[in-house]
């Protein structure tokens, strides 16, 4: 790990110097299309987006009624699904434009991809579905493998619909359901809906002039091609032996990626525009006789250790001990401001940024010890503070630039690659010819259909969602909203977020599930929280909201701060952990609240009152 105590780092880092230099690199790339720079892979650029791997079969729409419809199949969706059987739903069906569940696992299959969180606390409910991962850092394909044994274990996939894309969700008031449509012509009912929506699913693309031009061969990492290089994720890409290949993009799948292409490629360009910051990896395989020799609920306590530990909550002990727990002071400077340590803010904040330099030094030392041109070390150094930027862990990415056949090219005073031509790339007046462009260029992250408005949302009296959540979303705990029964989110809304973004959603599936069950305990079947209540909780995050807009503000552009935008949205500041510990407060004394009273029964209406 990079980072050692602060006591000795102070020495020798002059910050007004580093805030200079940080500021000029961030000047370098600011965009002023900003987030306009990008294109999503739709209309003309649908090839980008279409499912390589399972083919599309034809089948008849369906027009039955379930229980509860949820909307995603990642591990957000799978793991609602699997609590909602827990609590007694019998037709739960899972419906996700992929052709099987596993979210972002599914479309992520990029030689190389591996999660950067132990997989002991990354991969939910292991205990149960019996996994074993085989390393501290899981390969994608071992992941895509668990999300199918959840679905398996859980009775998931009779009721499930892949390749199936719900585009409008209709309340009906005197049945007390909703009316759920898709591309696909079904017209079915569901009692509940759950909307998942993922965040790492829909690829996109720079805006590049002349990228339709280009006549090679071209695809997004999202969507590999391995009919056309060969290989698995594994590696052995023996259709790029004799290719020049360009790969576009140095985020965390670049990383990942690049090693693999630098050693396949007959030569590979890596066009960067920001560096990475990537520190050691460290992936061992795991043995197998540990996991037997744990207690039972062993991964429940590990993973609120992990959370703990990355959201600088007192414990006992590390039980991680990786490059997330070691940075989490780095972590919460972004998630949620400084953490709270009794010293003065402003002291606080200048020692979080003198960590924070002290820790950036031993990465961009880390990038001259390993890379033996100059030039090219210089240019692979990140110049911005640690949480700027996902951060990357790898032991092969920067050794790729020591090959003789990898050339990195820096595009950072064109705003990223200039043009394409039909044979190549342009940046500043260079062409680089090349047989293949691959764009490891990221996602449209967060876009939900519901926010973006391609799953128009209607509830009680023809209300339509995004025009009663025109001045942003208003829910209560980031799940529900007045006007909208049955109907839950999940994802980052109005809640509390963290890097082992699982966790998160394995809190949201099993609160989701305790609410429906209780529901369908009192034999209501009708969730709405009241306008009090979600008018209660808008107040709760605006009274303990803590700007880190200023942070933000200083940052290199990229998808953290809007490409430099720096809006964020309202949420839960405190952190995941006092929120976790808030929701189940509120399920102890509150849960009753949202929950409208059976038809005929005393006190007919809703209940819902309180917020917390
Ligand atoms: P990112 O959005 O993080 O990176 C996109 C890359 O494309 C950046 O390097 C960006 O440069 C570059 N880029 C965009 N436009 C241009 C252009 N016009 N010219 C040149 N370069 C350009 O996407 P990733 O797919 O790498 O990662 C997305 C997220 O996926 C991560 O943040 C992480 O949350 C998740 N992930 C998680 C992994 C895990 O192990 N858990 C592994 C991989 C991904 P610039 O930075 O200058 O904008």
Redesign the pocket.
């Known amino acids: 790990m990079s980072q050692t105590p602060l006591s000795d780092s102070i020495h020798g880092i002059d910050l007004e110097v580093l805030r200079a230099k940080y500021r000029r690199e961030r000047d370098r790339?600011i965009r002023p299309d900003g987030l306009r720079?990008?294109r999503s892979a739709a209309g003309e650029f649908g090839y980008y987006a279409t499912d390589p791997y399972v083919p599309r079969a034809d089948r008849e729409p369906v027009t039955d009624r379930v229980d509860a419809l949820v909307v995603g199949g990642g591990f957000g969706g799978l793991l609602t699904a699997a609590y909602l059987k827990k609590a007694g739903l019998e037709r739960v069906r899972l419906m996700d434009e992929a052709g099987d569940v596993g979210g972002?696992w599914y479309w992520?299959r990029y030689p190389g991809?591996?999660?950067?969180?132990e997989s002991t606390v990354y991969l939910p409910l292991l205990e149960e579905v019996r996994t074993i991962p085989a390393l501290r850092?899981a390969q994608g394909e071992q992941i895509r493998r668990h999300a199918v044994a959840l679905a398996e274990h859980f009775g998931l996939y009779p009721e499930a619909l892949f390749h199936t894309r719900a585009t409008a969700l209709r309340w009906l008031d005197p049945d007390g359901e909703w009316l759920v449509e898709t591309d696909r012509g079904d017209r079915m009912r569901a009692t509940y809906v759950v909307v998942s929506p993922g965040s790492?699913s829909q690829p996109k693309l720079?805006g590049?002039p002349g990228i339709q031009d280009f006549r090679g061969h071209t695809f997004h990492?999202?969507r590999w091609d391995y009919a056309y290089t060969g290989g698995t994720a594994d590696g052995e890409l023996t259709g790029l032996r004799d290719k020049r290949v360009a790969v576009?993009?140095?985020?965390?799948?670049?990383?990942?990626v690049i090693p693999h292409l630098a050693r396949d490629a007959q030569h590979l360009f890596v066009?960067?525009?920001?560096p990475?910051t990537v520190d050691v990896r460290d992936n061992r395989p795991l043995d197998p006789r540990w996991f037997q020799q744990q207690e039972p609920g062993w991964q429940g306590r590990r993973m609120d250790n992990f959370l703990a530990s990355i959201t600088g909550e007192p414990v006992d002990e590390d039980m991680i001990q990786d490059g997330w727990t070691s940075t989490s002071r780095l972590q919460r400077a972004y998630l949620s401001g400084v953490q709270e340590t009794g010293l003065p803010r402003q002291e606080q904040q200048l020692l979080d940024e003198l960590l924070d330099a002290h820790t950036m030094n031993g990465i961009r030392s880390r990038v001259d010890r390993i890379v033996q041109d100059p030039a090219t070390a210089q240019l692979l150094k990140p110049w911005y503070r640690y949480m700027c930027?996902?951060p990357c862990f790898s032991d092969h990415y920067l050794q790729a630039f020591n090959r003789p056949n990898v050339t990195l090219v820096d595009?950072?005073d064109h705003?990223?690659?200039t043009r394409m031509t039909e044979s190549g790339v342009v940046v500043g007046d260079q062409e680089y010819q090349v047989d293949c462009v691959v764009f490891?260029?990221?996602?449209d992250?967060g876009v939900s259909g519901v926010l973006s408005g391609t799953l128009p949302v209607t509830g009680r009296g023809g209300r339509v969602l995004l025009e009663t959540w025109r001045e942003g979303p208003r829910t209560l705990h980031g799940f529900y909203s007045p006007g909208f029964p049955n109907l839950f989110h999940l994802g980052s809304l109005q809640n509390a977020s963290a890097v082992n973004f699982v966790h998160i959603l394995h809190e949201q599936a099993r609160h989701i599930a305790a609410v429906v069950g209780r529901a369908e305990q009192l034999g209501s079947r009708t969730v709405e929280p009241g306008p009090e209540a979600t008018e209660s909780w808008q107040a709760t995050l605006r009274q303990v909201a803590v700007d880190t807009t200023v942070f933000q503000a200083e940052c290199?552009?990229?998808?953290y701060n809007g490409?430099g935008r720096t809006v964020r949205p309202l949420n839960y500041s405190p952190g995941p952990v006092a929120f976790h510990d808030l929701l189940a407060r509120w399920r102890a004394e509150h849960l009753d609240e949202v929950i409208a009273a059976r038809p005929g029964s005393a006190g007919e209406g809703s209940r819902a009152g309180a917020g917390r």
């Open positions: 790339r720079q990008y972002t992520n991809i591996h999660c950067d969180i850092y790492l720079p590049i990492t999202s576009v993009g140095t985020g965390a799948t670049g990383v990942q066009f960067q525009r920001t990475a930027k996902r595009t950072a705003g990223g690659i490891a260029t990221g996602f992250v290199t552009p990229g998808y490409e």
